[in-house]
């Protein structure tokens, strides 16, 4: 397989580079003519091969990204943003930190970038074959995926981008640290790889099944980012603050946001998750009502009932033993 780059006027800005290469780096050809600077890591395993393309745009400009050979793609937005151009008029929007996963039979791109912005891609590139043999004994809508690839239809694993969570970036950079050269690193590859792969079809799953519309708005995304970090942190709650710095927005873009996306504000938002997570608590019956207050970040147990009894009408210990319609016979509630 080789994959090149070249700016629109045909002339290349970034080293080809092959499929066969164990691990290299490419930085861009130094053409007079282009706009685009490009510094490229690649790994190779023998199901995969990963690269990392570092672009800096001089100015608005575009180039052309093609592959001797259809190619499936898990990309990666960790800088910057962009928007794909596929031949077969499946254009995609790519916003900073978001990801997807992409098949075009026509083995080509045009990437567009605006100026004096960084650019970085991550992404994982299969064959056809490649991709057949690595998800084999996946469950679920890959029976669907394997069908378009093997129909060359083009796809792509959701309508719009879906925001990257904290997990993929770690996993993301175990990949790109990993020295090719100690022994068994194909196999840290290849169980990495499964890792990412698993959390973007999981990720996609629990957006269905929660009934989020997957939104091509980048100011969606940043709002289902913040989101997640609220359900992530939800013992030790993010003030306002911290929480607009780590979405990289600001205090009134997270308010007016939550109450355009959720119709709810964020402490609302806030409430709501520790609501529907203490339900699942107490029908679990692992955890005493102090253990239950402390996961939701109450410091006191009375709070948290008092909390739970105002948004449902009914204490813990009722709810608890109307859900599982039994006399009171000694529960820890």
Known sequence: MLISFYDLKGECIAGEFRSSLKEGRCSSCNSNNSNVDSHIMVKRHNDFFLYKNQ??????????????????????????????????DMDYLCP?????????????????????????IFEVV??????????????????????????????????????IFPKMKEVIMDLC???????????????????????????????QEKGKLISRNYNDIKIYE?????????????????????????????KSGFKRVFQLSISEFLLRTRMEQAKQYIEEENYCMYEIADKLGYNHSESFIRAFKDYYGISPKRYYLKSKQEPYVGSKY
Do not use: W
Not at 101 to 112: D, M
Not at 146 to 157: E, S, W, Y
């Open 55 to 88: 672009i800096y745009g001089k100015q608005n400009c575009s180039f052309l990204a093609k592959s001797s050979i259809p190619i499936i793609k898990q990309s990666f937005v960790l800088n910057g943003k962009c928007s794909l151009d596929e031949a077969d």
């Open 126 to 163: 299969y064959t056809k074959q490649q991709f057949y043999a690595f998800t084999r004994s996946l469950k679920g809508n890959i029976q669907a995926i394997h069908h378009k690839i093997k129909n060359n239809m083009p796809f792509a694993l959701s309508d719009g981008p879906l925001p």
């Open 177 to 207: 640290q990993c020295d090719m050269d100690k022994p068994f690193s194909g196999f840290y590859l290849k169980a990495k790889v499964s890792e990412l792969l698993f959390l973007q079809f999981e990720q996609l799953q629990v957006y």
């Open 96 to 120: 900073e930190e978001t990801h997807n996963i992409f098949f075009s039979p026509n083995k080509s791109a045009v990437v567009n970038i605006s100026q004096a912005q960084h650019l970085t």
């Open 226 to 254: 913040a989101a997640e970090l609220i359900r992530q942190n939800i013992s030790r709650p993010l003030k306002l603050p911290e929480l607009s710095l780590q979405t990289s927005t600001n205090e009134h873009f997270l």
